[in-house]
């Protein structure tokens, strides 16, 4: 496999998975000027970066709420208890609702690889970058241009078919709040716990 690790800012280290990555070109004639738009990259990969560790989500499909700790929710802005509003064989949701429009959805997922999904589908998202959270395989996605202002996924591969998405979103948007900087926090938080 071949990586480029670039660097982020703030201690974030992205990979870039070059090998994979494919570029089309749309060309978009503007007012008959015939001006083109700038290329969108569409990434996409054909095998899934390795695994540094295996872990284990099916002990928290009835509890994914116990997966980020108080402290933990009330760092990203949520002071209130979550709720487990939603849970099937292969799939378990988490919400936490703050005030100002903000809210947290943590979503397990069992027999499904996320993250390879989410680059099969390149068209569905804006923002899209290969990532590491606590070493492990993930994408950060967005419906918006970079930065997002109203909301942000972090997925976690974290077993062969096995990935966990915090999800923050914010409404009305705000250029001021890292949405995707708190999700990250809350997946980094998600990792740590199952690997404790």
């Known amino acids: 496999m071949i990586f480029k690790d670039v660097g982020t800012g703030g201690g974030a280290r992205v990979r870039v998975f070059g090998k994979w990555w494919a570029v089309a070109t749309t060309v978009v004639l503007v007012g008959g000027c ?3 738009q700038p290329p969108a990259v569409a990434p996409t990969f054909d095998v899934p970066p390795a695994l540094t560790k295996l872990y284990d989500l099916s002990a928290f499909f009835l509890k994914p709420c116990d997966l980020v700790p108080p402290a933990v929710s009330q760092r990203v802005g949520f002071d209130g ?6 849970s099937e064989p292969d799939r378990a949701d988490c919400t936490w609702e703050g005030g100002q429009g903000v809210r947290l ?4 997922f069992d027999g499904v690889d996320r993250v390879a999904e989410e ?3 390149p068209g569905r998202w804006l923002y899209l970058v290969a990532a590491e ?6 994408v950060v996605a967005s419906h918006e241009n970079d930065p997002p202002a109203t909301g942000c996924s972090v997925v976690v591969r974290v077993a062969e078919r096995q990935s966990v998405q915090a999800e923050l979103s914010v409404y009305p948007a705000d250029p001021t709040f890292p949405v995707c900087a708190k999700a990250r926090v809350v ?3 998600v990792v740590e716990q199952l690997g404790s």
């Open 187 to 189: 997946a980094e938080s």
């Open 119 to 121: 680059f099969g589908q």
């Open 133 to 138: 959270v606590r070493g492990q395989p993930a």
């Open 81 to 86: 208890k979550p709720h487990f509003h939603y």
């Open 34 to 36: 015939g001006s083109p």
């Open 105 to 108: 959805v943590l979503t397990l």
